[in-house]
């Protein structure tokens, strides 16, 4: 079946510009996450979704990401003024229920100029 | 504050010879450790998991301890092969989330 997918896979973008990163789970998956990764670095946890709610969004560096899941699939990670630091790999991952095994996407790599 | 550590970032070996990863961690009672692999530009794959009451597992070519006393996995490919090369990640999920080690990037000459 069809794995976890992530939108788009590169994206470059000016320092202060809004972006927007989207993930399509596995279907039927409750639980849904997002990563951030630095190079050299492991998968940093962003935000938890459980459904529609965010259950945990205590990773989320500061007030400028947000990230919404309207109908408890599709995921869209928004990021407001984006800065340079903010360059990285945002991995999305889903599973069946919290604390199962999780599947994640390829990741969108961002990249502030 | 709860840490990961992965010690080596970088193994290199040669084909058939058996390759061993370590992950430390402080300040977590896990119930279960994972390990992942990761190609270049891919996400993580999962792997294995071990619980907290398992001292071993194994899948295939892959074996996996985990030492609670120790607060240590160690991680052990069997006759290697080049396209075992790949960044392994080791992860604890203390609550919501993994916390990830660094990673060890393993190389598999031929």
């Known amino acids: 079946g069809a794995g976890v997918s992530q939108t788009p896979s590169n994206k470059v973008t000016e320092k202060g510009k809004y972006v927007e990163l989207r993930c399509d789970p596995i279907?039927?998956?409750?639980?849904l996450y997002w990563y951030r990764q630095s190079l050299g670095q492991g998968p940093e946890f962003l935000i938890y979704?459980?459904?529609?709610?965010?259950?945990?969004d205590s990773g989320l560096p500061n007030d400028r990401f947000f990230a919404v899941r309207p109908e408890g699939s599709v995921s869209t990670l928004k990021i407001q003024r984006t800065e340079r630091g903010d360059s990285a790999v945002y991995l999305c991952?889903?599973?069946?229920?919290?604390?199962?095994?999780?599947?994640f996407g390829p990741g969108t790599r961002l990249l502030v100029l | 504050s709860q840490k990961i550590e992965q010690n080596s970032e970088a193994l290199n070996i040669q084909e058939g010879k058996t390759a061993t990863l370590t992950c430390n961690y402080t300040?977590?009672?896990?119930?279960?450790l994972q390990w992942y692999r990761q190609d270049p530009g891919r996400g993580p794959v999962f792997l294995l998991l071990i619980r907290e009451n398992e001292k071993e597992k194994r899948k295939e070519r892959l074996k996996v301890t985990f030492d609670t006393t120790l607060k240590q996995s160690l991680f052990h490919i069997t006759a290697s092969q080049p396209a075992d090369s790949a960044t392994y990640l080791c992860a604890l999920l203390p609550g919501t989330a993994l916390i990830f080690g660094k990673g060890t990037t393993l190389s598999v000459s031929s």
């Open positions: 279907s039927g998956h409750t639980a």
């Open positions: 300040n977590y009672s896990p119930a279960y």
């Open positions: 991952a889903s599973s069946l229920d919290r604390r199962e095994t999780q599947y």
């Open positions: 979704f459980q459904g529609t709610g965010a259950a945990d």
